[in-house]
């Protein structure tokens, strides 16, 4: 038993942004592949949390006590909401609870990224996987604020759904996708004057993290090619 849980923690910390990368990817883009919204809400949303959850370990390796007490601690939490979700959904701020938690999980393991990021002075599939992390950890972190003002005003945003849950988040997911990659259909805007300046943050916010991501990939770059030359 401690050798398998050693292996597994090895495969985790070896492969963890590439983990990571998809399990995001499967959260965010999953409904690509479903037409039972219901079923999302109940089912798939929950499964999709525990191997976020799971996948996010190998980025904490090695951090620190406290630092995987507080992602524990968060990710029972955002997959614990999911479920609870079936019998607490007219609880008064429960969606509002919701939101905040997934906002702070997000942004958390986004700093963890960040600061990998930032650090080493090479390019491999670890760099080149945090750096799609990081992207989509910027949407999910989106969505989930935005939600927050659809649960309390269901006219922030013209064009997305308020038909259930599953339909608003992908309809938000949409919505952050092509803003913070500057498409912008136009076909669901915000409509109040706080989503109006979130959105835009969020598109600012988009376009930086690429400007400052290619500044450190050809930064790294340089520096690798700079070595080579000298040896």
């Known amino acids: ?5 050693s292996k597994i923690d090895q495969f985790l910390r070896r492969r963890k942004y590439e983990l990571l ?16 919204l219901p079923l999302y ?3 798939i949303w929950p499964i999709n949390m525990l191997i976020l959850g799971i996948a996010s370990v190998g980025v904490f390796v090695e951090k620190g006590k406290w630092k995987n007490v507080v992602r524990n601690f968060l990710f029972i939490l955002v997959f614990g909401f999911p ?34 990021l930032i650090r080493p002075s090479y390019i491999n599939v670890d760099v080149i ?5 990081g992207y989509l950890l910027l949407i999910e972190m989106a969505v989930f604020l935005l939600q927050i003002f659809v649960y309390t005003n269901p006219d922030s945003f013209k064009g997305v759904s308020t038909s259930g849950t599953a339909a608003t988040y992908m309809d938000l997911v949409y919505f952050c996708s092509i803003t913070l990659t500057s498409i912008g259909f136009g076909d669901i805007t915000p409509n109040t004057h706080h989503t109006k300046l979130i959105t835009a943050l969020f598109g600012i916010a988009g376009q930086f993290y690429l400007v400052v991501l290619m500044g450190i990939l050809i ?5 690798i090619s700079d070595h080579k030359r000298q040896l």
């Open 83 to 116: 479920i609870a979700l079936t019998f607490a959904s007219g609880v008064p701020n429960f969606m509002l609870a919701l939101n905040v938690t997934y906002v702070i999980y997000f942004a958390f393991i986004f700093w963890e990224i960040i600061k990998f």
């Open 41 to 43: 809400t109940k089912v």
């Open 129 to 133: 996987s945090a750096s799609a992390c």
């Open 219 to 223: 930064s790294k770059f340089s520096s």
């Open 1 to 5: 038993m401690p050798r398998l849980r």
């Open 21 to 36: 990368l998809f399990a995001l990817l499967q959260h965010l883009f999953i409904g690509v592949f479903l037409q039972n």
